[in-house]
């Protein structure tokens, strides 16, 4: 008979900690233990662990930067995947392919020094790839549908497929592996040759723009909800009166009204009951339900 491998066969090879808090990881500081998390450097690890995953039918969940993550605290039961240790980048022509676990940011400075243009407007986001493909990230006008011309995916079943643009299916913090639960592993940005000086300059002055307005000196999960239709989700959030609104650590940025920023040991249920009531007032005040664009993932905590 065949024996299945355990999480200890994999390990040391590939870096495996179990009961581990995403506290440690997330961009708000706050979340859950992952009952196994996984950094794989390749395609191969990630796929071995994917096997593990699939024969002990175990959930799968996937994380890039966590940036735009929000753990519950009761933690994330089956196999957590950290995607970050899979961080090539490289460049050809007006191409530049980079693993699913690579900063976009450090994908935006290689298409600068090659020359190439269009990516500027991500110079300041902090999500992975892989990340900034599964929410179609976007700013300053600019968003990944523009530039991912494909991606490579692992699909549920373990095989790698190949996804074109139409496919990706990109809409607003839309992509179609959002619905069919598969695994960026890489992306193909299709850029444009440009004057490297010029694309710098941008950049910075985007950084500049980002840094006057919102809050990056507190840990935070960027803006919280999607823009509602005909209306912003900041002004609503400030017209209704919530900034420096706090529940525990978490308070409705004075700096930016879409963000919510940790600003005292917060805890993932402080957030959530944050968003909660901003949904429920602005939602009383205005009418407008206000939709979260942060993934919200993982377990309550049990109660005592
Ligand atoms: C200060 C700050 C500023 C921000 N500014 C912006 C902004 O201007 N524009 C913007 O769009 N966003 C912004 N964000 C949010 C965030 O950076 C983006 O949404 C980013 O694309 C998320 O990437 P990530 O790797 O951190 O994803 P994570 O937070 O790790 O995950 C987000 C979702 O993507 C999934 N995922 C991650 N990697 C993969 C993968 N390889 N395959 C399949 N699914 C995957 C996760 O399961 C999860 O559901 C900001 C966040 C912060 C903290």
Known sequence: ????KTVVDLYP????LLNEPLSKYTHTLTGGPADILAFPKSIKECQEMLDYANEQSL???????ASNLIVKDGGIRGLTMI?????????????VVADAGAALI??????????????????GIPGSVGGAVFMNAGAYGGEIANVVSGAEV??????IIHLNHQELDFGYRHCSVQENHQIVISATFSLEVGIADKIQKRMDHLNALRASKQPLELPSCGSVFKRPTGYFAGKLIHDAGLQG?????????????GFIVNVDGATATDYLNVIAHVQKTVYDK??????????????????N
Do not use: C, W, Y
């Not at 692992?154 to 095989?159: A, C, E, I, Q």
């Open 83 to 95: 995607l970050t240790k899979m961080n090539r980048i490289s460049s050809h022509d007006n191409e």
């Open 59 to 65: 959930p799968v969940t996937v994380v890039g930067n």
């Open 154 to 159: 692992l699909t549920p079943d373990n095989h």
């Open 245 to 257: 609104f706090q529940i525990g650590g978490a308070q409705v940025s004075m700096k930016h009204a």
């Open 286 to 303: 205005f009418g407008v339900h206000l939709e979260t664009e942060v993934r919200i993932i993982g377990e309550d905590p049990k109660s």
């Open 13 to 16: 090879k590939i870096e495996i």
């Open 1 to 4: 008979m065949m024996q299945s």
């Open 106 to 123: 450090d994908v935006t400075k290689a298409a600068q020094a090659h020359s190439l243009t269009h990516l500027e407007f991500a110079a």
